[in-house]
């Protein structure tokens, strides 16, 4: 075989792996810990939040659900829904376009998305539950006038 068509296999062998960009579809659960205390309106809160901090849209939002979508370079689009409630939340696939999903399989660009997505709720919550409340610095609430 001569060196050049050696070449052109290997390349096009690269190139066919290249491809293979097909990683199993995940979907983030997470059950927020007793010392993590959140309303419902605050996991909604951050979600919204980290949405929008990672350009995600949000598409609707109902008592226990976000709808969101995002379009890369107006070839990539994913759909996805987060179910919430006071004790955690799950980002599930809902649909996608240009993201090869097949079968239980999708882009490696969606897990990278929705990884990023779920960590950027997961800060959110901890910076709401770290943030001392009015209540607990004193504010708003009556003192003793000293005479």
């Known amino acids: 075989m001569s060196s050049l068509l050696r070449a052109a296999l290997v ?3 690269l190139l ?15 059950t927020l810990a007793p010392q993590v205390q959140a309303s419902q309106e605050e996991v909604k809160q ?33 759909e996805i829904d987060i179910n919430y409630s006071a004790n955690g939340y799950n980002i599930t696939y809902r649909d996608s376009s240009g993201m090869d999903y097949r079968d239980g399989k999708i882009h490696r660009n969606y897990i ?19 943030q001392p409340t009015a209540r607990a610095i004193g504010v708003g609430e009556a003192q003793p006038i000293s005479q």
Do not use: Y
Request: with cysteine; net charge positive.
């Open 112 to 130: 990278r998305w929705v990884t990023f997505l779920d960590q950027d709720i997961l800060a959110e919550l901890r910076a709401h539950h770290e």
């Open 16 to 30: 066919m792996a290249a491809g293979c960009t097909s990683k199993p579809i995940v979907t983030p659960t997470r």
């Open 46 to 78: 951050a979600i919204i939040t980290a949405l929008a901090k990672r350009e995600w849209s949000v598409q609707r939002v109902n008592p226990a659900q976000v709808q969101a979508e995002i379009t890369v370079r107006e070839k990539l689009h994913v």
């Open 11 to 13: 390349a096009l062998t």
